[in-house]
């Protein structure tokens, strides 16, 4: 079932990604972000009182989790002001390739034939993706493709993490416990954010407008961070697997850019996202 959960996570987070394009357009980053924190730590606030502080050498390891996710999160939404929807998705669709690596490299996973067939065409089009995003004239020195890519290793980091973090090979955290705590940890960080980085300057800089889109962010999010430690808490999830399917957002996301944002050059990533589709369909079929 851990399969079926990293995919219901994956539909949860494009349109996590399509609320915070449509939040972020012409809008201060720090002040949507800020709120961004605040409504998941609100939303996630009963598992403060039911898992518990425990001790100060668990919470360490949920900060530095906090302090990653935030800092893949920052570069991701100067990255997302910026950049079109439809290649945002494809460049952040890379990180289960890191995510892959680093998995077989530090806990020993293995995949089976029809995984390694999903993970091979995924890469292939992972890197067909890229390629049309460079026609669009956004190649990798673009400083916000920099920033998009910051995120995504931050981001790969933040997922090899989770399963030192949760896994019951290694620290075996309860799930809610790190979701909880991670959440008020992040909401403080972002309060100081927004004191010392923002407040200051905020009448030179672009203006902050309440928009509707801005809470369901925070929601899809949950929904889908919720659904994802879920299935890595199955003793038999492969996090490479995991990440690689929540990836599968992007089609998700792909399609808001298309019919709603009326992004450009649709045609060739289109061909690329079946091709992402296909590899999809082979790790549903590998984790039967």
């Known amino acids: 079932m851990w399969w079926l959960l990293a995919f219901a996570s994956a539909a949860f987070l494009g ?4 609320f915070k ?4 357009r012409d809008n201060a980053v720090i002040p949507v972000l800020f709120l961004n924190t605040v409504l998941c730590a609100l939303i996630f ?7 518990g502080f425990g001790s100060w050498a668990v919470q360490q390891y949920i900060v530095a989790k906090s302090a990653l996710v935030l800092s893949s999160w920052m570069a991701g939404y100067l990255a997302m002001k910026h950049l079109p929807l439809t290649i945002v998705g494809p460049v ?7 995510v892959l690596v680093g998995a077989i490299f530090l806990f020993g996973e293995k995949l089976n034939g029809l995984q390694w067939t999903g993970v091979a065409l ?25 920033y998009l890519i910051l995120s995504v290793l931050l981001g790969a980091a933040s997922g090899l993490y989770d399963k030192y973090l949760m896994s019951p090979e290694y620290l075996g955290l309860d799930r809610m416990q790190v979701l909880s705590w991670y959440s008020f940890y992040q909401s403080l960080m972002m309060a100081v954010v927004m004191l010392v980085g923002w407040m200051p300057t905020r009448r030179s800089t672009t203006p902050f407008q309440w928009r509707w889109s801005i809470p369901f962010i925070s929601l899809f999010l949950c929904a889908a961070d ?11 999830a492969l996090i490479a697997v995991v990440s690689m399917i929540r990836r599968g957002s992007v089609l998700v996301s792909f399609g808001i850019g298309a019919w709603i944002l009326k992004e450009k050059n649709l045609k060739s990533k289109a061909v690329d996202l079946a091709l992402l ?5 082979f790790l549903y079929l590998g984790s039967q």
């Not at 606030?45 to 898992?51: A, E």
């Not at 995924?122 to 920099?146: C, D, P, Q």
């Open 122 to 146: 995924a890469i292939v089009a992972y890197f067909l993706m890229r390629h049309s995003s460079e026609k669009e004239g956004y190649r990798t020195g673009n400083k916000w493709i920099l």
């Open 92 to 98: 952040n669709a890379t990180r289960p390739v890191l």
């Open 277 to 281: 589709l296909v590899s999809m369909i």
């Open 15 to 18: 349109g996590y990604d399509s």
């Open 21 to 24: 394009k449509f939040s972020l």
């Open 226 to 236: 919720f659904l994802y430690m879920q299935a890595l808490s199955h003793p038999d």
């Open 45 to 51: 606030s009963p598992g403060l009182f039911l898992t």
